[in-house]
T-cell receptor, first 115, second 109 residues
Framework: EPEVTQTPSHQVTQMGQEVILRCVPISNHLYFYWYRQILGQKVEFLVSFYNNEISEKSEIFDDQFSVERPDGSNFTLKIRSTKLEDSAMYFC?????????????FGSGTRLTVV | RKEVEQDPGPFNVPEGATVAFNCTYSNSASQSFFWYRQDCRKEPKLLMSVYSSGNEDGRFTAQLNRASQYISLLIRDSKLSDSATYLCVVNSGYSTLTFGKGTMLLVSP
């Protein structure tokens, strides 16, 4: 079964440092997403990406965040200057059609710990 | 604010029991509804979409009541492997999904 692959599985970083979380979506999928889940809380939308541009973003996705599809396979989330409250599980997802209509396939996540 | 509300549980049931979860959503414009399953510290996995006419997938039955903005999930003949958190999910935009906090199910032998 096709998978969304995320690396690394766990990243520890110092406050103020930049991090890049990497994702390889399913190859024929056209829509890409980042969500996060703070421990014990609900899964929250960050950003959606289609046709090489952001299609929607939440209020969480401020100027510290950016996304990029640097080549035909990778989809990255960059946090420029990490804060303690950025500690969370970050999930990448992809969908063949509009995900809000068909549901997503999520990757296994990157656990980000900011110290 | 667009919210999805669920009873957090936990629901403790013996193997073989039937259990039902409910969920309410606030955005009357929502068009798509899903149940996801999430195991501890793992990613959410799509369990089933929910249609107005109701739908069934094996032991799982989902119902939608648009007038009451209410979604339900029924699990029959519970298995130990059904132990997980069940997430009610509703579309809240062109491409975005809003997740509930989830209902935890614990199935015991």
């Amino acid at each position: 079964e096709p998978e969304v692959t995320q690396t690394p599985s766990h990243q520890v970083t110092q406050m103020g440092q930049e991090v890049i979380l990497r994702c390889v979506p399913i190859s024929n999928h056209l829509y890409f997403y980042w969500y996060r889940q703070i421990l014990g809380q609900k899964v929250e939308f960050l950003v959606s990406f289609y046709n090489n541009e952001i299609s929607e973003k939440s209020e969480i996705f401020d100027d510290q965040f950016s996304v990029e599809r640097p080549d035909g396979s990778n989809f990255t989330l960059k946090i420029r200057s990490t804060k303690l409250e950025d500690s969370a599980m970050y999930f990448c997802a992809s969908s063949e059609g509009q995900g809000a209509l068909v549901g997503y396939t999520f990757g296994s996540g990157t656990r980000l710990t900011v110290v | 604010r667009k919210e999805v509300e669920q009873d957090p549980g936990p629901f403790n049931v013996p193997e073989g029991a039937t259990v039902a979860f409910n969920c309410t959503y606030s955005n009357s414009a929502s068009q798509s509804f899903f149940w996801y399953r999430q195991d501890c510290r793992k990613e959410p996995k799509l369990l089933m979409s929910v249609y107005s006419s109701g739908n069934e997938d094996g032991r799982f039955t989902a119902q939608l009541n648009r007038a009451s903005q209410y979604i339900s999930l029924l699990i029959r003949d519970s298995k130990l492997s059904d132990s997980a958190t069940y997430l009610c999910v509703v579309n809240s935009g062109y491409s975005t999904l809003t997740f509930g906090k989830g209902t935890m199910l614990l199935v015991s032998p």
